[in-house]
């Protein structure tokens, strides 16, 4: 009897638990409106000058002037930097390391994503021919003087030669042939390309290293280059030109950066930033202990998705930090659709020839687009901090064509799409001419909850046209097999990142012989569609002009094409939304940048 | 001698243990469909020439049973390879190796401290309210998922601020004095050495318990008390002795555990341990490294059984006698 009464009491004091867990774990319902992009608001400094005092030619920020001293500590989410090598970067974390330690002749600007000198004093353009001006008197961290002669080793040595990670050396070549740079003098290069090459300026900023750090290893080959710098180098010996330099790498736990005393960038004041004394990147395995660590305060900076936007806007007011949306990411989500018509070796087809009917009426593709509901989707799935998407441009893309305004889900507008190519609905379930039922499969990578929850409501809309979709989420490696390899696939659920800068990125995306032609891979040009071959003239035409304005017509139209034909269908990119404490100043996020693109000009107000 | 011989047999009784487990693993990774270019592939700025190049680099054009030649002709002098990263293995092994024995050896030290005085306690005071009371525990400590467990003690250690969430080091730590330093590594290592004390303490307590129970219910202990020796006598002189062989098997398997024992919770507390290296490896096939820790699990398996065996041999007459006579 005691022991019943036990059980009852325990039952009931877990019950009363949990309901209190449940109660504090249903998000509340916020206005997701708050979280509007509120960069537009943010007043930029005004633009770099260029001071000469004592004979060195340093850039000056015209950002208000802050206090020296403090550390920033930031995350990098994952295993860590895998190399410190700027010229040998192939992961993400790497590359931002790498893009403290060193600087290119040219930048970004944050706020109209135009390029600017940052280890050049200037540049300009004659024909095509790009002369850059070096800065005089700037030092790399060990007190050696930064020369042309560090620019030509970058630039002939590494990057001509293709050692460390090749694309660099793909990006610059043009109708396979490489540019030449010659010396003018000793602060002066110039670069010749064998035609005009719109996307060559931005890859400019490709970091210039010290010659005689790297070229006793650069000598060595291709393998000794790529071991060069890696992540069990003495910090103390690595020669570098940006804002910090390397203090000390803990493998699994942190980078920690101390400032640059050689830095070439200085304040209204003439004092030679940076402000802050260190900068730590946390190495945290996953976004939860990311989060985690925000809270717990050993973090001051954390980038939040829609789940936890809601929870964190509502405090924002009593914490000590600020949320920043910065708008939509560079982060494409979309519907691909397979319009392969081709054999495999053994002759059998990749796509059904059934499916390939549908797959390959254009009529069948528009009514999928406008039968997907994008707006539920942000709401449901995006928290509502996402922008819809209906081109291959991101919303924050210089390019994006303002034109494509995209229509909201019109299922009977789709239906009427289906029987216009003589699909007939029988017991409200639809089948093509030949009577086959309408059934396809939907691929994504299981895991990835977000494109989970996408898969599913796609197949709903679709369900509403009659569809049959079977949504199958597979292991990630297992999806790209497919989709690079043995294309046996329908439909597919992905997301890439592209430039909000440079269109030309897309390439490999959309022209009929790229890597990644992933609607129709490896189709060989007398079978593409009229408009894949049009596509391929534009990707080669706006490449080779160089004003934005003219250039500008002729992405317009490729993003056209692609909302015309729908061969990949685009739903959503989701904001990138951060929170800093708010003692950080000189905080100027930009879409383009990111939150905190200036490391250099943070400071913390005391 | 005979301990000499018995080593020298049992240790080469590994060699052909080693090659089966290197083969079924090696062919189960490999033939899974996990490509580890997958991430390569699907990013737009990889050219055709870098992809094929990193294909020639992991050797993933040849055949499978020529790849695992390749990796046992290294493997067999002393070469663990490259990541698929292009970091040398050897290093990123030797990186975390320390941080993982750190803690498991002081999870073993505080387990076997506490497990088996507790164990004792509870036979020789069996059926009181003491003995249910750490039969209670014992249960919750068998019953609560490890994973689970560490993320309740991270949301407390958020929640309050005691302690910090994760790791094992403060990014200041290279600044501090040596008993700082000391300081720094406890307050972390508190709540992951709580998690896997709790989780292993139940196991060894009810073992010695056991143990003990059957030893203090066997004839020559009644006969022990019957001549009147002290119960203090009786338990300790007596019956530990036998009631504690079991126990030198699983010091063996703890043995084993030293290196992967930990890898859900050193997951979860982001502890810069094996654990999260191999986790990691595993999901991107980096055969290499998998491989590097899947040979280290089975010696130290092995290496353990052997060293429990000749503990064995040592402490109890009667094993040595059966040995002799084979």
Known sequence: MKRMFGIIVFFILSALVLRCCIRADVPEVTNVKTVTPDINNISYPDDNKNVTLNGVDYIQTQAPVGKFGGELVLSTIGEGPKTFNPCNTKDATSSAMASILYEGLLTTDAKTGKVIPQLAKSYYIDGNDYIITLRKGIKWSDGKPITADDVLYTYEEIVFKGLGNPSITDAMTVDGKLPTLTKVDDYTVKFTTSKPFAPF?????????????????????????????????????????????????????????????????????????PYLDKIVYLIVGDTNNGILKFEAKEL?????????????????????????NLGASTGTLFVAINLNNRKDKNGHYYVNPVKQKWFRDKNFRKAVERAVDRKNMIQNIAFGVAEPLY???????????????????????????????????????????QGNFVEFDLYTNAGNLEREALGVMVKQDLEELGMKVNFKPIEFNSLVNK?????????????????????????????????????????PKNECFEWEKELDELFEAGALKIDFADRKPVYDRYQEIIYEQNPVIYLYSPAQIYAIRKKFKNVFPSALNGLIYNLDELYIEK | MGLLRFTAKRILQVIPLLIIVSMISFFIIRLAPIDPLAELRINPSISEETLQKEVKRLKLDKPIAVQYLYWAK???????????????????????????????????FMTWITGIPLGILAAVKKETALDRLLTVF????????????????????????????????????????????????????VLPV?????????????????????????????????????????????????????????LGFEFAGLLSGAALTEYVFQYPGLGRLILEAVMKSDINLVMASLMMGTIMLVAGNLIADILLLLTDPRTRKSQEAK
């Not at chain 1, 809601?310 to 914490?319: L, V």
């Not at chain 1, 995209?406 to 190519?421: H, P």
Request: with cysteine.
């Open chain 1, 300 to 324: 001051d900076v954390i980038s939040l998705n829609g789940n936890t936007v809601a929870r964190y806007k509502e405090r924002e007011d009593k914490s000590d930090y600020t949320i920043y």
């Open chain 2, 194 to 250: 709580i998690v896997l004390f709790t989780i292993s303490l139940s196991g060894l307590q009810r073992q010695m318990r056991a143990n003990m129970l059957e030893v203090l219910d066997s004839d020559y202990i009644k006969f022990a008390r019957a001549k009147g020796l002290s119960e203090w006598k009786v338990i300790f002189k007596h019956a530990l002795r036998n009631a504690v062989n079991p126990l030198i098997t699983l």
């Open chain 1, 483 to 523: 989709l690079t390899n043995t294309f046996d696939w329908d439909m597919v659920i992905m997301g890439l990142t592209g430039s909000p800068l440079e269109p030309h990125d897309g390439k490999n995306v959309w022209t009929s012989k790229g890597t990644l032609h992933l609607f129709n891979q490896g189709v």
């Open chain 1, 391 to 433: 081109t291959a441009e991101s919303p924050n893309s210089i390019y994006l064509n303002k034109n494509i305004k995209g229509y909201d889900v019109d299922t009977d507008k789709a239906k009427k799409l289906l029987e216009n190519s003589g699909f007939v609905y029988k017991n409200n379930k639809l089948y093509d001419k």
């Open chain 2, 138 to 189: 014992s249960s919750i400590g068998m019953a609560i998922p490890s994973f689970f467990f560490a993320i309740l003690m991270l949301m407390f250690a958020v929640k309050t601020g005691w302690f910090p969430a994760g790791g094992l080091t403060s990014y200041n730590y290279n600044d501090m004095n040596f008993i700082g330093k000391i300081c720094d590594i406890s307050r972390h290592l």
């Open chain 1, 201 to 273: 300026l931005r890859q400019l900023s490709y970091p210039v290293v010290p010659k005689h750090y790297f070229k006793p290893y650069s000598d060595k080959g291709a393998s000794e280059f790529n071991a060069f710098l890696n992540t069990n180098t003495k910090p103390e010996t690595i020669v570098s030109n940006g804002p910090f330099k390397l203090k000390e790498y803990v493998a699994a736990q942190r980078v920690v950066f101390e400032r640059n005393p050689n830095y070439y960038k200085i304040n209204l004041n003439n004092q030679q930033l």
């Open chain 2, 74 to 108: 290294s493997f067999v002098q002393l070469d663990l390879g490259y990541t698929s990263d292009g970091e040398k293995v050897s290093v990123k092994l030797k990186e975390r190796i320390p941080n993982t024995l750190l803690l498991t050896l002081v999870v073993i």
